[in-house]
């Protein structure tokens, strides 16, 4: 079993902070020394699965761009299916739609119309949990679905932008491995 303070500990010194990025006064929290780490890498993803559980999804949905990786190494993890929630135009077919707002800006998220259906169990997958923007986007779009969330995984919660308060008001819970 993992000594949880000490990934924690691992996982935080992987974490990069990058001050006035993408715009002055935002604190960028980079994860991806922490990705580039084989074992920081592992033991996030492994965390993730011991809280998630196998055999409790069917498929693990991760947000472009950064929780792509996350998502990908979790759904091989836990026996599950990948679906990917992308930029606009990034996808063939059909898809659905949902615009919202991020902390510095706005944008929309797509889904393939088919990617889930009802009575499938996702878990949705990101990095960093900010203002809950991308976060009530993704639960919208898989809801239309049909599928059921069974919890919405990051690997940082950053708690002074509120984005709990919106997984919460979507009745979701939130596992986050670390939060600032």
Known sequence: MFDRAA???????????????????????????????????ATAVDLMAVAIGRGTVDEVVGIEARGFPYAAALAYHLGAGFVT???????PGAVHSQAYDLEYGSTTLEMHQ????????????????ATGGTAGAAIDLVRLTGATIVTFAVIMDLAALGGRGVIKKHRVDLAALLTA
Not at 21 to 38: I, Q, S, Y
């Open 7 to 41: 990934a924690e500990k691992l996982l935080w010194s992987r974490v990069r902070d990058v001050p006035d990025w993408p715009e002055p006064g935002v604190l960028f929290r980079d994860l991806t020394p922490l990705m580039a780490d084989p074992v920081a890498f």
């Open 85 to 91: 929630l992308r930029k606009p135009g990034k996808l």
């Open 114 to 129: 088919d990617a889930l259906g009802p009575g499938r169990r996702v878990v949705i997958v990101d990095d960093v949990l």
